[in-house]
């Protein structure tokens, strides 16, 4: 437990502090604080060596010469903290990593906070502290007491006369096999009987349910923001995104080879850009596209259509042709990335409950997609996003296939009830191997006479080319005709990507009477892809659906929205 934290300058000049307590808060702005007491005996008067105490506190600070700042830490006497020097050598080389060149002259340090907060210090300090704090300790294990000659001897004798009783008893004979009948073999098509339901059932008794901890369910640092409404929204991709240690510490500036923005040069002087001209910096430009995970078709296209927005200007220079290629690539990214329809769902579930005053319908939203994407995880985020806006949601458990995938559910559902309170959401399933279509019907019947605001409809994964199944989730949305289909996906993929989601369209356009496709698409695993956000592209050039949100972690809070300019401007960094 730390009581203060700074960095100074050994001339007094605090660049950044914090107080964790009260206490040492309002002592801090005192002469008697201990870090004023510090530097005047330390580095005034050069009376102190490592080690400094005073009023029950104990400082320990560490020192960079070339740039004369000090980095302290105080805390109480009486506690042994053994990983303070590893916080304060970790927090010196995260800060001069991250803000070096802020600090070489008096000009550039007026800028320092503002780069602190941009690049999120307190929370990067934070995040340092805490791994420093949950580092393994080893336990001395204690040695055992030495056993004697004597009661060796003796436990030998014990055993020897154990042994001499054994002989002479017969051994029981074994029992003789059962004989075993040839078992029918189940196909995948064929009726499921209550022993296999029964099987296949892993809940247990919900007597036997204990409260658990679910503090650790949700995080504070990726909640989202209030508006003036009270309502919540998640947090954006990038203001939620924090470069790690390794990435900070790695970050020094490197010779690269030269990259498609380099071949610009070839184009100085040209007064008018040909094809010609432009067939070098394309080809380049569609490798870099594809290196950010682009389906490769889809990389041709946009760099096709950028190179028919070029040929035949005028341009005066290099830098021109720099400014008009950036401009012509990043306008076609956002005419494709631009939603075609709304994507603010809250908004639609309360124009759908004003349009149904007298017969309220809830509004359900149906998850799809392959098999091992997410899908459940996923939709138990959205569900505690809808429950931090008040709305009470139904969770349909479809997924009547895979084992486990009722208990999953309800796990969710317990955990989403003690963050939100009790109440506010419920799971209705009925077991396994029954028709996902039917029991979606039903929980829209029982959404609408219990109030329910929102029905999640969860489905089982499926591969894209089984005809069989993807007509029973055509069946399943032409029954219940939901208000959104929501396909989710990996943004790991980039090729796989394209033709999992332009199948999934196809076959529920093809095979429900509704001539439905998907409606919008979530996401996951974005925490793992760094800038390589060409998933995102390749998904919405297909089918022209907006993304609707990006996982990004383990925890409900691990939701983001993705904005237009993030994607373009992630796709266009080098």
């Known amino acids: 437990m730390l009581d203060h934290v700074s960095i100074s300058h050994k001339s007094g000049l605090v660049l950044w502090s914090r107080s964790f307590t009260p206490a040492f808060s309002a002592l801090s702005n005192t002469p008697n604080s201990p870090v004023n007491a510090l530097f005047k005996q330390s580095f005034i008067e050069g009376t102190t060596s490592d080690g400094f105490e005073k009023d029950g506190y104990s400082v320990r600070w560490t020192v960079d010469n070339g740039l004369g700042l000090v980095f302290v830490v105080v805390f109480p006497a009486l506690l042994p903290l053994t990983y303070i020097p590893t916080l304060l050598d970790r927090t010196k080389e995260l800060f001069l990593a991250l803000f070096r060149p802020y600090l070489d002259s008096l000009p550039s340090l007026t800028l320092l906070h503002a780069k602190m907060a941009e690049e999120k210090w307190d929370l990067i300090f934070d995040r340092c502290l805490k791994s420093c704090e949950e580092k393994p300790r080893t336990r001395a294990v204690e040695p055992s007491e030495s056993i004697s000659a004597e009661e060796i001897a003796k436990n030998v004798q014990h055993l020897k006369s154990r042994l001499k009783r054994g002989k002479g008893k017969t051994p029981s004979p074994a029992p003789s096999p059962a004989s075993k009948s040839k078992l029918m073999r189940k196909w995948d098509d064929s009726a499921i009987s209550e022993k296999d339901m029964a099987a296949l059932d892993y809940s247990q008794p919900t007597d036997n349910i204990e409260p658990v901890n679910v503090d650790h369910l949700v995080s504070s640092e990726a909640m989202g923001s209030r508006g003036a409404d009270g309502s919540y929204e998640v947090a954006d991709w990038d203001q939620g995104r924090l470069r790690s240690e390794a990435e900070i510490l790695s970050a020094t500036p490197r010779a690269e080879p030269e990259s498609w923005g380099g071949l610009f040069s070839r184009l100085a002087g040209q007064k008018t850009i040909t094809k010609q001209d432009l067939q070098p910096v394309l080809a380049e430009m569609e490798k870099h596209l594809m290196a950010k995970n682009v389906a490769k078709d889809i990389a041709e296209k946009l760099c096709d259509a950028v190179g028919t927005a070029l040929v035949g200007k005028k341009l005066g220079g290099l830098s021109s042709v720099k400014t008009q290629v950036n401009n012509a690539l990043s306008a076609s990214l956002t005419r494709v990335l631009t939603p075609k329809t709304s994507t603010d769902i809250l908004l639609d579930i309360q124009r759908k409950q004003k349009s149904s005053l007298d017969e309220p319908n809830p509004y359900a939203i149906t998850f799809v997609g392959v098999n091992g994407v997410g899908k459940s995880t996923n939709l138990s985020k959205v569900c505690f996003w809808l429950l931090q806006n008040g709305l009470r949601v139904l969770i349909a458990a479809c997924d009547t296939f895979r084992s486990g995938a009722v208990e999953q559910l309800r796990v969710h559902v ?111 695993k974005f925490d793992t892809i760094d800038d390589k956000v060409g998933a995102a592209l390749s998904m919405t050039y297909v089918t022209g659906q907006p993304i609707l949100f990006v996982g990004c972690g383990q925890t409900y809070t691990d939701l983001r929205q993705l904005r237009v300019n993030h994607i373009v401007q992630a796709l266009l960094s080098n």
């Open 414 to 524: 317990r955990n989403l009830g003690a963050l939100s309170g009790g109440g506010g959401v419920e799971l209705y399933e009925r077991g396994y191997g029954k028709d996902a279509a039917g029991i979606a019907k039903d929980a829209i019947a029982y959404a609408k006479s219990n109030n329910f605001d929102v029905v999640l409809i969860d489905t089982a994964g499926r591969m894209q080319d089984n005809e069989p199944l993807m007509r029973a989730l055509a069946k399943l949305v032409t029954i219940n005709n939901p208000d959104k289909i929501v396909f989710v996906g990996e943004a790991l993929v980039g090729n796989e990507a394209v033709d999992q989601l332009s199948k999934f369209d196809q076959s529920l356009r093809d095979f429900s009477q509704k001539r439905r496709g998907i409606d919008g698409i979530i996401l996951t």
